[in-house]
């Protein structure tokens, strides 16, 4: 096991030009095609693997997918984005 943590945000660009955390990489999923091809070699399949959409659908979509894919420690950011500017910090924008 690898004491890294990852996290992924799946939202779209301009999701991001609205409200982003930092230390997020973004893997929008409309450019599936662009980095499918390249999660398990720019991403480690044995790390803690955190990913954020906007309240958790499609979140929930890379997480099973990345599953598939023999990525062990997989957590949806349960009401993503929305939740997080709600109840973590409310200076943030919402959308």
Known sequence: ??????????REPDELE????????????SQFEQWAARIAVDFDPQAETYVLC??????AQMCY????QGFTQVINIE?????Y??????SLPRY
Do not use: C, K, Y
């Not at 609205?18 to 999923?29: D, E, Q, R, S």
């Not at 906007?54 to 979140?59: I, L, M």
């Not at 009401?79 to 939740?83: F, K, Q, R, S």
């Not at 500017?85 to 409310?90: A, F, H, R, W």
């Open 1 to 10: 096991m690898t004491e890294s943590l990852q996290l992924i945000d799946v």
């Open 18 to 29: 609205i409200v982003a955390l930092p230390g997020f990489t973004n893997l929008p999923l």
């Open 54 to 59: 906007h309240h958790g659908v499609r979140s």
């Open 65 to 68: 997918w990345l599953q598939q």
């Open 79 to 83: 009401g993503g984005i929305h939740l």
């Open 85 to 90: 500017t709600l109840s973590v910090d409310q």
